[in-house]
């Protein structure tokens, strides 16, 4: 809190701090709490403390999704704040809630995720196009990722038309690059060949967020090879959380994310 | 609850009961609070009640914001579930989030909306593609307004791309109509010239659900003419719930609804 530090900075620093591109990402299920843990909110918080002590000299960041959290009411938007809380200050703490709206509205959110919850960051939608972006935008120290090309099997379906004569995703990343050199960021999934490429140069030295590796079957190598260009996270989510479903479940998301880590600076 | 009906012959029904298009827009901020109402997140839901209470047979649909009550954190929240509980059960309450996630996220997302908050419908927005629309259209009760030309300024930098030559927008309706015909709606703005026509055309029995009319400028015309080939629903929230920020708030809203009403029963 208080600190001038731009984004861009504060995000080069977490990722050099640890000497890794790990976000690891926090989208509790009630239903998969491992061994031990009730399944309550309380539970989940509980979990995600755990997490995040098991993992915190081996992540740049933490990226809790939103929808995981609301599917448990009030309550869950709850341990969403104190999970914010748990990450330490000198992580980058990502919610990942793809939001996006009218100017008022997205203003509201952008008030919501940063003043209201305290996050470092936060993944934005471009349907509604600039001004949707701009209240995530106008703040130094934080940072928007906006979605450009996604990990998901039907992304290409309205990601892939065109305009300007590039696809919309590249047009998405021009757009970003021109808006804010700053505190942008663009989300491109690790599971499209090419894209991560594409993106890179389009927008050279804007923070990506990759999300794909793992369940997801994307690869290391062009996500790796992008940081040299800018910095970049590599998240992965239930390959570490649900490393272990026994009462070992800390060490194993410890092992599991060391493991990573490590994948990640050998594919440099 | 525990209604078997489907989503289109409720809105139908909730329409027919008021002979009215109107939905309420319940995106209050604590600072435009009027006189009387404290600038506490109970105080919102003192006014959300009223609002609802004033309008009830007039508005076919109320329809929250989420940023307005995520910007208050959890308790925000607790105000957007007792809300939904204030909207009568043969009016439609509809959440206005533009969710869209990859399919498991979008999955909770939609479990939060219709199983934890109970909500009837919700508007979600087409960026992922149709994976991530799908867990929304999956109950043939409930409803999933998907974005297609939205009424701000500069939608059109991405829902103007192109793809299998048409615009991004209509290729979003005709995706959605051929999806479901049963419980999938389409928002369009009043303030585009021609495009709910467009979408009309390309989604014909579609429920629509038009914001942009009064503060933004939109014209009821063809609004109230797209209601003759399907459900529409017309939305206002500024001009009726600050259309007093004096004790006399309640009374001025009825007004402004009964007005907007009867202007729409005028334009048909």
Redo the contacts between chains.
């Keep these: 809190m208080g600190s001038a530090m731009r984004f861009v900075d504060r995000l080069s620093k977490s990722i050099a701090a640890v000497d890794s591109y790990l976000c690891v990402g926090l ?1 509790p ?1 009630l239903s998969r709490m491992p061994e031990g843990i009730p399944r309550t909110p309380e539970g989940v918080l509980e979990f995600n403390i755990r997490m995040i002590d098991a993992t915190k000299d081996i992540a740049a960041a933490y990226k809790p ?1 939103a ?2 959290y ?9 341990v ?2 104190e999970t914010r809380r748990a990450i330490p200050s000198d992580r980058i703490a990502l919610l ?1 809630a ?6 008022n ?5 952008a ?2 995720v940063f ?3 305290g996050f470092d960051a936060v993944t934005v ?8 972006l701009i209240p995530f935008l106008e703040r130094p120290d934080r940072g928007a990722f906006v ?1 450009s090309r ?14 300007g004569g590039m696809s ?1 995703y590249v ?2 990343a021009n ?1 970003v690059a021109e808006m804010d050199g700053v505190n942008a960021g663009l989300v491109v999934g690790a599971t499209v060949p090419g894209a991560i490429d594409e993106v890179r140069a389009a927008a050279p030295g804007i923070p990506l967020l990759i999300p794909g590796i793992g369940a997801q079957g994307g690869e290391l190598g062009p996500a790796v090879k992008a940081a040299a260009q800018g910095p970049v996270l590599i998240n992965s989510s239930r390959g570490i959380i649900y490393a272990s479903s026994g009462t070992d479940y800390a060490d194993a998301a410890r092992k599991a994310a060391w493991n990573l880590a490590e994948d990640m600076r050998k594919a440099r």
């Design positions: 989208d299920d999704n929808a995981f609301e599917a448990m009411g009030h309550q869950g938007v709850w969403l704040e990942d793809k939001r996006g709206d009218i100017g509205s997205s203003q509201k959110y008030e919501a003043d209201t919850m939608s471009p349907y509604l196009g600039r001004e949707s979605l996604t990990s998901n099997p039907t992304a290409g379906e309205v990601q892939k038309a065109h305009t919309l047009a998405i757009m």
